[in-house]
């Protein structure tokens, strides 16, 4: 496929597109004045194949180092960034997915998706001056532990789930919903125990003794008497207890072990999040370690979002707008971008709705114009971003009489 020349690089300069795959890349080496240097080829993945891309652009017979263009797929691409860059300071660019079919439209060549049009398009961006570099290491490490941390929690929701379906089956009707009876909360002390008991005992009631004993003191005379109640008006448990109750305390175990997991791995990320500029989102009212980090993971380098709008379009909160010959259509939020930097923000916006004064103020205006909760949330999101923007900008601690103060200045 013809390579367009194009005037952002020197003529003479070598550039290599890198499409990446799980086990080979391909890659392809050109220039402006010999046009494609060689066949493309496949090289491996592991640290040969880095070599002998090394040994192909030190016989390309181009002077000076190449600019290389990677495409970032997933973690596929990040080794061989990292090590490139090393090589190559300053010479790595990185391009998303959806870049490179828009070059390959550019080019013709939509339709015909192989790994040699991707290195062509690649090259293609690299030449019109275009990609980003790799993300700074210690972003990185952020981004990673945030990602770590969600699926952990989601881990622990699908368990907690599975947990009261157990004890559900073992116990019918002693963990009632909400709107039934007093719900049960696994993560608190009663609930605990009372699955504790369930395993114990297999779905059998125990004592009040056993109940309280089990609760290690945090549990109330009343509250064990009004759970150990509920328990002896259930119905008989199923034939296969004995087996049901040993799944169930080798479940709370895992639960148990996850809940720690989560708390080790939150210390870790307060670690990370001082070393990078999103430590000065800790100072908002209602925003700790967790909200801070997920938002700076996403976030960072902020110099990547010149306005604090294109921030607020990034995380796919600004309104949408489909417009053609008899066509007009509005969607509230175009949901475009990751929906983590999306939830992150929102959760930004509610923590400063419960804990600032300047945003509670802000939300109750909200509510007051009619707008429902989840609007009030997403219209206080767009405030929240600014704030943000300016803070990780600043890198100023936030200061709720100051900013009351020019909000009303500037009549917003």
């Keep these: 496929m013809p390579l367009v020349s194009l005037r952002e690089v020197p003529p003479q300069q070598l550039v290599v597109g890198i499409d990446v795959g799980k086990v080979r890349h391909r890659v392809l080496l050109a220039s402006g004045e010999c046009g494609v240097i060689g066949a493309p080829r496949s090289v491996s993945a592991l ?3 880095l070599e002998e891309l090394v040994d192909l652009i030190a016989a390309s017979g181009c002077q000076g180092p190449p600019l290389i263009g990677i495409e970032a797929s997933g973690a596929l691409h990040a080794a061989w960034s990292r090590e490139l860059e090393d090589r190559y300071p300053g010479r790595v660019v990185l391009f998303a997915p959806s870049e490179t079919t828009a ?7 939509r339709r015909f998706k192989s790994d040699d049009a991707d290195c062509a398009a690649l090259v293609w961006l690299v030449r019109q001056g275009g990609g980003r570099p790799p993300a700074d290491l210690a972003l990185e490490a952020l981004l990673a532990a945030v990602r770590h941390r969600d699926a952990l929690v989601d881990a622990r929701r699908r368990l907690r789930q599975q947990l009261h379906a157990q004890l559900h089956g ?3 009707g002693l963990s009632a919903p909400a709107g039934q009876g007093r719900s049960l909360k696994l993560e608190t002390p009663t609930g605990r125990t009372v699955l504790a008991c369930a395993a114990a005992f297999s779905g059998r009631p125990p004592t009040l003794a056993s109940l309280i004993a089990r609760a290690g003191g945090r549990l ?3 509250t064990a008497a009004y759970w150990l109640e509920r328990w002896r008006r259930l119905l008989a448990p199923p034939p296969d207890a004995d087996l049901r109750a040993q799944r169930l305390e080798r479940d709370l175990r895992r639960f148990d072990d996850l809940r720690a997991t989560i708390t080790e791995h939150e210390a870790v990320l307060g670690t990370l999040l001082e070393q ?10 209602g925003v700790g370690v967790v909200r801070a980090a997920a938002f700076a993971a996403h976030s960072l380098p902020i110099e990547r979002f010149a306005t604090a709008e294109r921030l607020y379009a990034a995380t796919g909160l600004a309104p949408a707008r489909y417009q053609s010959v008899k066509t007009d259509r509005r969607q509230p939020i175009s949901r475009q971008g990751l929906a983590d930097h999306r939830n992150a923000l929102m959760g930004i916006a509610w923590g400063l709705s419960r804990e600032a004064p300047a945003f509670r103020e802000r939300h109750t205006e909200l ?9 009030a949330r997403v219209a206080l999101a767009r405030h929240a971003c600014r704030l943000c923007h300016a803070l990780l900008q600043r890198q ?9 103060q020019q909000r009303h200045q500037r009549g917003r």
């Design 47 to 49: 640290r040969d194949g």
């Design 103 to 109: 070059a390959r439209t550019q080019m013709g060549a």
């Design 170 to 172: 073992l116990c019918p």
């Design 220 to 222: 109330r005379p009343a």
């Design 276 to 285: 990078s500029a999103g430590q000065v989102l800790t100072s908002l009212p």
């Design 367 to 375: 509510v007051a114009r009619g707008m429902r909760p989840i609007e």
């Design 396 to 404: 100023e601690p936030y200061d709720d009489q100051r900013y009351h």
